[in-house]
C-alpha cells in the first residue's frame, strides 16, 4: 500500500543523546516535512524539504537537524542541543499533482529518560 | 505570516446532531487554500476536507461541510449526522497559493470534539 511511514512509534532518549527519527513514503512525493506536536497545540513546522539535497529550517529548527539524500527518504534527528525534545513528531509529504495536501504518518512519540 | 485561530478549545455534540467547529485566519495573501484535518485517538492526522480560496462554492464531502467566508477570513466546519467515530481533535489549516511559500501549512491549535452517545 502506498504511504508514510515513520518509525519507531515510541522513542526513548538519554540525556546528552542524539536519536533519529525514521520517515519513509512511497507516494513518489517531491516535498517532505517534519512537524511537532505538543499535548494538546497544533503542529509547528520543524524543517522541511522540496526536492532531493535540499533541506529549509521551519519555524521551530534549532537542536534539530535532517538530511534528504534519497527522495523516498526524510530522517529526523533530534539533537541533544534539543533540551525539550518530548513531543509526538508527525512527517508528512505532497507533491503538485496531489492538490496541496499533506498526507501524513503515524507519528512517532519522543520522550526523555 | 499567516496566523490561524480555533477559539473552541472543547466542544461536544450528541450522536446524530449537528456541531460546527470555528476557525479564523489572517493573510494578506489573495489566493490560498484552506483545509480541516481531524486527529483521532491514534495520532494520525485525516483530511477531512479542503476549499480553494478563489472558488465561492463550498466544499461538501459526505457528512462534512464548511462555511467559507473569504471576506471574513473564517472557515467554519460543520458535522451533521454526528457519529462516535467523529470524536477526535480538528485543526484548520491554510496554505498560501505562492510556489515559494515552500507549500508550507499553518495550522491552529485546534478543537478537541466529544461525540456523546
Known amino acids: 500500500d502506498g504511504g508514510i511511514t515513520q518509525s519507531p512509534k515510541y522513542l526513548f532518549r538519554k540525556e546528552g543523546q542524539n536519536v533519529t527519527l525514521s520517515c519513509e513514503q512511497n507516494?513518489?512525493?517531491?516535498?517532505m516535512y517534519w512537524y511537532r506536536q505538543d499535548p494538546g497545540q497544533g503542529l509547528r513546522l520543524i524543517y522541511y524539504?522540496?526536492?532531493?539535497?535540499?533541506?529549509q529550517k521551519g519555524d521551530i529548527a534549532e537542536g534539530y537537524s535532517v538530511s534528504r539524500e534519497k527522495k523516498e527518504s526524510f530522517p529526523l534527528t533530534v539533537t541533544s542541543a534539543q533540551k525539550n525534545p518530548t513531543a509526538f513528531y508527525l512527517c508528512a509529504s505532497t507533491n503538485r499533482g496531489a492538490k496541496n495536501i499533506q498526507y501524513f504518518g503515524a507519528g512517532t512519540r519522543l520522550s526523555v529518560l | 505570516a499567516q496566523t490561524v485561530t480555533q477559539s473552541q478549545p472543547e466542544m461536544s455534540v450528541q450522536e446524530a446532531e449537528t456541531v460546527t467547529l470555528s476557525c479564523t485566519y489572517d493573510?494578506?495573501?489573495?489566493?490560498?487554500?484552506l483545509f480541516w484535518y481531524k486527529q483521532p485517538p491514534s495520532r494520525q492526522m485525516i483530511l477531512v476536507i479542503r476549499q480553494e480560496a478563489y472558488k465561492q462554492q463550498n466544499a461538501t464531502e459526505n457528512r462534512f461541510s464548511v462555511n467559507f467566508q473569504k471576506a471574513a477570513k473564517s472557515f467554519s466546519l460543520k458535522i451533521s449526522d454526528s457519529q462516535l467515530g467523529d470524536t477526535a481533535m480538528y485543526f484548520c489549516a491554510f496554505k498560501a497559493r505562492r510556489g515559494n511559500a515552500g507549500n508550507m501549512l499553518t495550522f491552529g491549535g485546534g478543537t478537541r470534539l466529544m461525540v456523546k452517545p
Open positions: 524539504s522540496q526536492i532531493v539535497n535540499d533541506f
Open positions: 493573510t494578506s495573501e489573495n489566493n490560498y487554500y
Open positions: 507516494l513518489n512525493h517531491d516535498a
